[in-house]
């Protein structure tokens, strides 16, 4: 049944899985002023609430479907929504969540606000300052193990020498520096010369052009 609410309130469509969740939202929203519930459904309902396929500001779920979609999403595909109707995925808030956390959710996402509760919030940042340890670490272990006649080689190379100038300089065989120059390309994973030296100056090897 559809209610005739303030057009100022913000109008909340319910599709979640748990029938005793959904009640219990029900009741907190319609407690305040500025929140409309204008209908709750279940996934599994054949036909959800004619207000999602009208006017909803702010979809409101609880669950993903085995591809990872939400099933919020899955259920308003195709659906027209008058004001730009924005989703709230319950789970996020955590099983800690207040009544007023819930509130102040779908307030929040229906203003354009990412809603990240505290708790999420701290494991992000510790993933994201994490990351950079172990991209170091990785680019530690994968740097290549260059002998000093091969750093000395790679040195000449990115000035500009030719194998012949720097068989001359180093006092080897051209046969011998093209055969550094082989197995150089294949430790750093280069199709060139060039590359190689760019590949090796990023691991942090000292190489004066």
């Known amino acids: 049944m559809n209610e005739c609410v303030p057009s100022s309130s913000i109008r909340?469509?319910?599709?979640?899985?748990?029938?005793?969740?959904?009640?219990?939202?029900?009741?907190?929203?319609?407690?305040?002023?500025?929140?409309?519930?204008?209908?709750?459904?279940?996934?599994?309902?054949?036909?959800?609430?004619?207000?999602?396929?009208?006017?909803?500001?702010?979809?409101?779920?609880?669950?993903?479907?085995?591809?990872?979609?939400?099933?919020?999403?899955?259920?308003?595909?195709?659906?027209?929504?008058?004001?730009?109707?924005?989703?709230?995925?319950?789970?996020?808030?955590?099983?800690?969540?207040?009544?007023?956390?819930?509130?102040?959710?779908v307030r929040a996402v229906h203003r354009g606000q990412a809603v990240c509760p505290p708790r999420l919030c701290s494991a992000l940042f510790r993933v994201v300052a994490k990351a950079p340890r172990e991209i170091t670490f990785q680019n530690s272990a994968s740097k290549p193990d260059l002998t000093l006649r091969q750093q000395q080689l790679v040195t000449l190379?990115?000035?500009?020498?030719?194998?012949?100038?720097?068989?001359?300089?180093?006092?080897?065989?051209?046969?011998?520096?093209r055969n550094h120059i082989h197995r150089i390309l294949k430790q750093v994973d280069a199709g060139s010369r060039s590359e190689a030296v760019e590949t090796i100056r990023a691991h942090g090897f000292s190489i004066d052009s």
């Open 12 to 105: 909340v469509f319910l599709l979640l899985e748990n029938r005793l969740l959904r009640e219990a939202l029900v009741r907190l929203f319609r407690k305040r002023s500025d929140l409309s519930v204008v209908g709750q459904a279940s996934l599994a309902d054949e036909a959800l609430h004619p207000s999602l396929e009208t006017d909803c500001d702010v979809l409101v779920g609880d669950c993903l479907l085995p591809d990872g979609t939400p099933s919020i999403l899955a259920a308003s595909e195709g659906k027209p929504h008058g004001r730009g109707c924005k989703i709230l995925l319950v789970g996020y808030l955590l099983q800690d969540a207040s009544a007023s956390d819930a509130v102040s959710a």
């Open 157 to 177: 190379v990115a000035k500009g020498l030719t194998n012949k100038e720097i068989a001359s300089h180093l006092n080897l065989s051209e046969f011998t520096v």
